[in-house]
Antibody
């Protein structure tokens, strides 16, 4: 079965750290860019970070730069998000998602075609 | 960063209605836009990519249009399973940004 399964969420105090993991199965993980997206309680979706297939290109939303690190292990079919210096505003459900590439006569496109169920991170004292 | 503004923020509609949601980008993004559906307690689901291309398995009552800065998602003949929140997302550059969402509720 093609799926993504996140783990590692939990309750952490402000300033603390947490490492999220995402286990991929049913597809060739190493062929895809991978992404973390988060959703604060009752709020909308926010893109957090992207990582290229070989890890050579990484992008972050400004609010997590210098605090979060996205990484991957293609041999283990796994994606990670190391979160340091956590803030109350980082409280959210964190989704792992796959970036599928499409192309047609007009150009090239990316879209998030496969999502995990999410792992909840709560930052609170 | 490109700002994505959706309208309306919420709407009430009946089964069988035609519904249109708008997404406006703060700068031109060609047709590099997707639409996602999210039901309560569930992960988002890709509906449309490249502004108008239907993702495999998505019913044909969903359609997307637009290019540049203005985009629409239309649901013809709204079905009970379509009551959800819809988000646009651009893939033009980084950072990727979502619209704030449009909640489609039952009238």
């Amino acid at each position: 079965e093609v799926q993504l399964v996140e783990s590692g969420g939990g309750l952490v105090q402000p300033g603390g750290s947490l490492r999220l993991s995402c286990a991929a199965s049913g597809f060739t993980f190493s062929r895809f860019w991978m992404i973390w997206v988060r959703q604060a309680p009752g709020r909308g979706l926010e893109w957090v970070a992207n990582i290229k297939q070989d890890g050579s290109l990484i992008y972050y939303v400004d609010s997590v730069k210098g605090r979060f690190t996205i990484s991957r292990d293609n041999a283990k079919n796994s994606l990670y998000l190391q979160m340091n210096s956590l803030r109350v505003e980082d409280t959210a459900l964190y989704y792992c998602t796959r970036d599928q590439s499409y192309s047609d006569s007009r150009g090239y496109y990316d879209a998030f075609d496969l999502w995990g169920q999410g792992t909840l991170v709560t930052v609170s004292s | 960063a490109i700002q994505m503004t959706q309208s309306p923020s919420s709407l009430s509609a009946s089964v069988g209605d035609r519904v249109t949601i708008t997404c406006r980008a703060s700068q031109g993004i060609r047709n590099e836009l997707g639409w996602y559906q999210q039901k309560p307690g569930k992960a988002p689901k890709l509906l449309i990519y490249a502004a108008s291309s239907l993702q495999s398995g998505v019913p044909s009552r969903f359609s997307g249009r637009g290019s540049g800065t203005d985009f629409t998602l239309t649901i013809t003949s709204l079905q009970p399973e379509d009551f959800a929140t819809y988000y646009c997302l651009h893939d033009f550059n980084y950072p990727r940004t979502f619209g704030q969402g449009t909640k489609v509720e039952i009238k």
